[in-house]
């Protein structure tokens, strides 16, 4: 049984896999931003994991990364609402004005 | 195999994160999704206790847990949408293709995070600043708000800048329009 930072890392690949499968497989937007954000608290998993034998930085990255996120999703949520605000399934595949 | 109680601890904990996880994908209904995710994040704060870093616990229940999903949730309830449409996929065999390059992902994630465990740089700084702080018997949030108004304040200084132009950012997005000029666009 590996020790426990090496199960993090573990844990922190699978649900970083779980997430970018989500993101490139549903079509409601905001299930793709919920995956997006699965994906981004796997890394901070990764990086407090390597803090924890490094010092601080790591938990001071997953701070920042914590941050950024939060106004991430603020922003691509109100893009999200702007986009979809009239129709009555939102599907990005629909989502497709300038396609060439 | 002999395993210590944080050992089969940090396990159920970790199953739970993975059937949540799963659960947030797989899901046809978008609010289940979001309070699958909000149990996934619940897991991952348990999870950073038992990394002893305790600080970042409360704030992953505080920030995500409490104010990102929560947004989420008023979204989804303001959009009210239902599930999705089944739709053949665009490519034939689209989501086993897509399983088995996952699974390549997987790979090649577990095989740079454990070759990354096993052969550290040698960073002899931070490690002696490490013993340092536990030796003195500081407080794990005095030395992250040292370290954040010492080493790392331009990134702090920007992120709250980055903070003021999300919000905005916005409320420029979604202001309404006053007169719909015949055929509004979003």
């Known amino acids: 049984m ?11 690949a699978v649900l970083f896999t779980i997430g970018a499968y989500g993101v490139l497989t549903r079509r409601n937007p905001i299930v ?7 994906m981004l ?28 996120a939060a106004a991430e999703v603020a922003v691509g949520l ?9 129709r009555k399934n939102i599907d990005v595949d629909e989502v497709s004005l300038l396609k060439g | 195999m002999n395993l210590s109680l944080s050992q089969i601890l940090f396990l159920v904990i970790a199953g739970i994160s993975i059937v949540t996880a799963v659960g947030v994908v797989l899901n046809r209904n978008p609010i289940r999704s979001a309070l699958l995710l909000v149990v996934n994040f619940v897991c991952l704060a348990a999870i950073y ?5 305790q600080v970042l616990a409360m704030l992953q229940l505080l920030v995500y847990a409490g104010a990102i999903m929560v947004l989420f949730v008023f979204v989804i309830m303001l959009l009210n949408l239902g599930g999705e449409l089944a739709r053949s996929d665009p490519l034939v065999g689209q989501k086993y293709i897509g399983l088995l390059l996952g699974g390549a992902l997987l790979a090649g994630l577990v095989f740079s995070l454990l070759y990354a465990v ?14 340092q702080i536990q030796g003195a018997g500081i407080s794990q949030i005095q030395v992250l708000g040292w370290d954040m108004f010492t080493r790392y304040v331009y990134p702090f200084e920007l992120t709250s ?3 003021l132009v999300g919000v905005v950012g916005v409320m420029i997005l979604t202001r309404r329009r006053s007169a719909p000029k015949g055929g509004e666009d979003a």
């Not at chain 1, 803090?51 to 941050?67: H, K, N, P, S």
């Not at chain 2, 206790?49 to 870093?53: G, K, Q």
């Not at chain 2, 052969?119 to 013993?131: V, Y």
């Open chain 1, 2 to 12: 590996p020790s426990i930072p090496e199960l993090c890392l573990l844990l922190s």
């Open chain 1, 32 to 38: 793709i931003f919920l995956c997006i954000e699965l």
């Open chain 1, 41 to 68: 608290n796997a890394a901070n998993l990764a990086f407090i994991t390597f803090g924890q034998r490094l010092g601080y930085d790591g938990q001071i990255v997953a701070f920042f990364v914590m941050t950024v």
């Open chain 1, 78 to 86: 109100g893009i999200i609402v702007s986009i979809f605000r009239q």
């Open chain 2, 49 to 53: 206790v038992i990394l002893n870093a």
């Open chain 2, 118 to 131: 096993q052969h550290p740089i040698p960073d002899t700084q931070a490690a002696m600043r490490a013993s």
């Open chain 2, 161 to 163: 800048v980055l903070l």
